[in-house]
């Protein structure tokens, strides 16, 4: 079974710009997860999607979006990129019950660097 | 937030020798997990611990849950180079929702 794929592995921006990073979930999964990650603060929550609709978000603000497909494939998308969104983007998928206590595949992540 | 707060934060030990690594949370959970990353990879699930356990083994691996002390330490015995990694314990808010903790950087050396 093929693991989590994410799109683009890197990806170099300038202030201002708009980013689109691509997420193939596991077969069969139907929960695509985003977090973003940086050394000051760590690992955080962005958004969830489940069978196109988003079931929870983070604390982030609005130039930060993201979509699902009905095939469960997810982008997440930044617009007007600021410096401090430089970040390693992970995605996770799981089955997800919604009752908690679901394991997590991750990507390999986006690395996004903002100059 | 940080939900979870790792300590220590780095951790260098020799191969062969056991690993441990504490988690401490703020708020009530149903359950916790531990998660390993390679540098600058993504995560991988090592183990879950529902509220209502005690302890938990997979492997060289064991988990012990404390809700009363809002507590959790992951054991990794016989260490090997190949543990070397960051280690985050992560409480789960539903939803595929995961909050992590800091993390903990483990160096075995061979």
């Known amino acids: 079974k093929a693991g989590v794929t994410q799109t683009p592995r890197y990806l170099i921006k300038t202030r201002g710009q708009q980013v689109t990073l691509s997420c193939s979930p596991i077969?069969?999964?139907?929960?695509v997860s985003w977090y973003q990650q940086t050394p000051g603060q760590g690992l955080q929550f962005l958004f969830e999607?489940?069978?196109?609709?988003?079931?929870n978000k983070g604390n982030f603000p609005g130039r930060f979006s993201g979509r699902q497909f009905s095939n469960s494939r997810s982008e997440m998308n930044v617009s007007t990129l600021e410096l401090g969104d430089s970040a390693l983007y992970l995605c996770a998928s799981s089955l997800s019950s919604g009752t908690g206590g679901e394991k997590l595949f991750f990507g390999s992540g986006t690395q996004l660097s903002v100059l | 937030s940080q939900q979870g707060e790792e300590d220590p934060q780095a951790l260098s030990i020799q191969e062969g020798e056991n690993a441990t690594m504490n988690c401490s949370y703020k708020?009530?959970?149903?359950?916790l997990q531990w998660y390993r990353q390679n540098s600058g990879r993504g995560l991988v699930h090592l183990i879950l611990i529902r509220s209502n356990e005690r302890e938990k083994h997979s492997g060289r691996l064991r988990v012990t849950l404390d809700t009363s002390k809002k507590s959790s330490s992951l054991l990794i015995t016989a260490s090997r180079a190949a543990d070397t990694a960051s280690y985050f314990c992560?409480?789960?808010?539903?939803?595929?929702?995961?909050?992590f903790g800091k993390g903990t950087m483990l160096l075995v050396s061979p």
């Open positions: 999607y489940f069978s196109e609709t988003q079931r």
């Open positions: 077969s069969g999964h139907r929960s």
């Open positions: 992560a409480t789960d808010a539903g939803y595929s929702t995961l909050t």
């Open positions: 708020t009530s959970i149903n359950n």
